[in-house]
T-cell receptor, first 114, second 111 residues
Framework: EPEVTQTPSHQVTQMGQEVILRCVPISNHLYFYWYRQILGQKVEFLVSFYNNEISEKSEIFDDQFSVERPDGSNFTLKIRSTKLEDSAMYFCASRLALGQETQYFGPGTRLLVL | AQSVTQPDIHITVSEGASLELRCNYS??????LFWYVQSPGQGLQLLLK??????LVQGIKGFEAEFKRSQSSFNLRKPSVHWSDAAEYFCAAHNTDKLIFGTGTRLQVFP
């Protein structure tokens, strides 16, 4: 069964460093998402992406964040200058099309900023 | 603001007992509703979803959920819990192009 994959599973970085989290959505899906979950808190929406553009973003998704679909398969989240409070589990999700509202999630990348 | 509420932070049940996890939503119209499960260190797995039609929906692993418009609820149930059901359960609602999650309910299962 097709699934969303994410790499790396864990990443440790120093404050101020750039990180890129990678996702491979399900191959025929058209809508892509990033969410994050700070330890002990609920899952929060960051950004949605469709047709090579951001569709919607939350207030969390400030200028330090960017997303890209560099090729036909990968979907990346870049944090330019990480802060301690960026430490969280980051989930990628994808869905098929309009009218197909179910989002399928990847296993997540646990980011720790020191 | 639109929101999803899971009133129970932590629930403990004995293996074989029945289970009900509560979820309430606050929306102007009926949203699409989902239950996801997160096992320790794992991602979010879809258990079931409600879009329209029959208000009792069946999901994987023997779970079901009932949508009640009058109570703005979408409670998750299982008649007999297994030890492997121990996990965190998230209710979510679809809003424009994103999911709004509840705070989650952690389920512990005792043998």
């Amino acid at each position: 069964e097709p699934e969303v994959t994410q790499t790396p599973s864990h990443q440790v970085t120093q404050m101020g460093q750039e990180v890129i989290l990678r996702c491979v959505p399900i191959s025929n899906h058209l809508y892509f998402y990033w969410y994050r979950q700070i330890l002990g808190q609920k899952v929060e929406f960051l950004v949605s992406f469709y047709n090579n553009e951001i569709s919607e973003k939350s207030e969390i998704f400030d200028d330090q964040f960017s997303v890209e679909r560099p090729d036909g398969s990968n979907f990346t989240l870049k944090i330019r200058s990480t802060k301690l409070e960026d430490s969280a589990m980051y989930f990628c999700a994808s869905r098929l099309a309009l009218g197909q509202e179910t989002q399928y999630f990847g296993p997540g990348t646990r980011l720790l900023v020191l | 603001a639109q929101s999803v509420t899971q009133p129970d932070i932590h629930i403990t049940v004995s293996e074989g007992a029945s289970l009900e996890l509560r979820c309430n939503y606050s929306y102007g119209a009926t949203p699409y509703l989902f239950w996801y499960v997160q096992s320790p260190g794992q991602g979010l797995q879809l258990l079931l979803k409600y879009f329209s039609g029959d208000t009792l929906v069946q999901g994987i692993k023997g779970f079901e959920a009932e949508f009640k418009r009058s109570q703005s609820s979408f409670n998750l149930r299982k008649p007999s819990v297994h030890w492997s059901d121990a996990a965190e359960y998230f209710c979510a609602a679809h809003n424009t192009d994103k999911l709004i999650f509840g705070t989650g309910t952690r389920l512990q299962v005792f043998p």
